[in-house]
């Protein structure tokens, strides 16, 4: 458990930081000991830390792995660091965990001491908006790679009646999605029953880099769209349930 400290203990009698004590005097002052946590993933606390002194770990759960370090900030200045500051935004459950790494020196606030450092503590304020902002960049990047993990070029292909699509014996280097129009499936140049799999086009070809085992044509005009082997990562994180259904699908075929 954390214990109270006595803040002439460190040398900040010269800062913001007694005055602060001042105005904010139901503030707490916590020593941590190594591996004490400040706060954990998932809890619903709102307290805001400002660490005085001392190093921190952020930690966020790894699955089986378990708890993973993504950053780890040491503070021997005058100016303190803040953590657990989203809080202040209502930003909801803990997103990390917050574990001391050797002994450190904390303030903790609560998200309404936050307004009183904003209206008079301007170096504070500098360094919590410094903080916002790199946090804001942070999620605006994580956002970016989200976006662009899971998105999913198409481009459009129009074709006429009679058309080859897909040709048997060549290699599936493209995903196509049907949108209107009707389709002819055919073997060895002869017709045989065909039918797209929730509209895709002989899929399983394209997930296990195997050779189109038929030639799919046109009946009618239509319109279907492609999909590069490229992003293929991005359609199954798109369409799991394309996934299952060739998975049962093959699961039957071998019984």
Known sequence: MPKP??????????????????VCSDAC????????YLFCEDDETTEVYA????????????????????????????NPCFVGEMAYLGAGARTASVRSSGVT???????SHLEVIIEKFPNFTRILCQQFSARLKEANDELKEIVATNA?????????TGEAIVSQGETADKLYQLIWGDLQWEQDGQPVPGRPVMDFI????????????????????????????????????????????LFKDAIENRS
């Open 5 to 22: 400290f006595d803040i002439a203990q460190l040398n900040v009698m010269e800062t913001e930081i007694p005055k602060l004590l001042e």
């Open 51 to 78: 660490i005085l002194r001392g190093a921190f770990v952020v930690e966020q759960k790894s699955g089986a792995a378990g708890l993973q370090a993504i950053a780890t900030h040491h503070n021997e200045e005058d």
């Open 202 to 245: 002989e899929p399983d070809s394209y997930f296990c880099d195997q050779p189109y085992p038929v030639t799919v044509r046109a009946k009618t005009a239509a319109c279907l769209v492609a999909i590069e082997k490229t992003t293929k990562e991005a359609v199954v994180r798109n369409y799991p349930q394309l996934i299952l259904k």
């Open 152 to 160: 999913v070029p198409v481009a459009q292909v129009d074709v006429k």
């Open 105 to 111: 020196y904390a303030l903790q606030l609560k998200p």
């Open 29 to 36: 002052l916590l020593r941590y000991d190594d591996g004490e």
